[in-house]
C-alpha cells in the first residue's frame, strides 16, 4: 500500500479504528437477574409516554432511569413500568399503567384525554434507543439516578422555599422533594441534573 493511501485511511478516520482494534474492549450488554426479552419494548413504551418530543438526549436518560430501577430490584423493565410506583398513584397513574402494556400501536397520549395518531416513527426510533442501550453502546448519562420530573408539568408557585404541603418552590415551580438537592431542602440521593426538558435525581 502506497503513503498516499495510508494518508487517505487515517485522514477518513478508518486508521486510528484499524490501530484501536482489538485494544478497546467491545461493547458489552446489560445484563441483570429478571432482565426480560421485552425490556426494550417497554423502554420504548414509557418514552412515548413520558417524552414523545422530548430529544434524543432526553429519551436516553429517561431509558435508563428505568434500567436503574430494574436492576436495583433485579426485576424486568416491564415489571418497573407497568405499575403505578412509576407514575404515581390515582387514576392517572391507572391510565399511564394501562397504557404502557398496550400494543405499540396505539397513541399513548390518548391515556391522558389527548387523542392523536400513533406516532409509529417516534416508537421505532424510541425502540432502536432502547436497544442500543441494552446492548452497551449508549453509556449511562445519569448515573444512579432513579427519578425524573419535568419541571414545566408541575404547578406554579410565587415564594420560593418549602410550601404548605411539603413540596419545595424553585424557579415558580412546586417540585417534590425528592427532586431537590439538599442544600435547597430537598431530599434527592443525588444533585439532580437537567437533561432536555427533565430534571433527573
Request: charged share 20%; proline share 6%; with cysteine.
Amino acid at each position: 500500500m502506497s503513503t498516499l493511501q495510508w494518508l487517505a485511511i487515517f485522514a477518513s478516520g478508518a486508521g486510528l479504528a484499524y490501530l484501536l482494534r482489538g485494544v478497546l474492549p467491545p461493547s458489552q450488554a446489560l445484563e441483570w437477574e429478571g432482565r426480560s426479552p421485552d425490556d426494550a419494548e417497554y423502554l420504548a413504551r414509557v418514552t412515548m409516554l413520558e417524552a414523545a418530543r422530548g430529544s434524543r438526549e432526553e429519551w436516553i436518560a429517561i431509558q435508563w432511569v428505568a434500567i436503574n430501577r430494574a436492576r436495583a430490584a433485579q426485576i424486568s423493565v416491564r415489571d418497573v413500568v407497568a405499575t403505578t410506583s412509576w407514575p404515581g398513584g390515582g387514576a392517572s397513574g391507572r391510565a399511564f399503567v394501562e397504557a404502557v402494556q398496550a400494543p405499540s400501536g396505539v397513541s399513548y397520549r390518548s391515556a391522558f384525554g389527548h387523542p392523536s395518531p400513533p406516532d409509529v416513527r417516534g416508537y421505532d426510533r424510541a425502540l432502536d434507543v432502547a436497544h442500543a442501550i441494552l446492548a452497551g453502546e449508549i453509556r449511562n448519562p445519569i448515573g444512579g439516578r432513579t427519578h425524573f420530573v419535568h419541571p414545566q408539568s408541575l404547578r406554579r408557585c410565587d415564594v420560593a422555599g418549602e410550601l404548605p404541603d411539603g413540596r419545595i418552590c424553585l424557579d415558580g415551580r412546586a417540585y417534590p422533594r425528592w427532586a431537590v438537592s439538599k442544600d435547597q431542602g430537598g431530599r434527592a440521593a443525588l444533585d439532580p441534573r437537567r437533561i432536555g426538558r427533565a430534571v433527573f435525581s
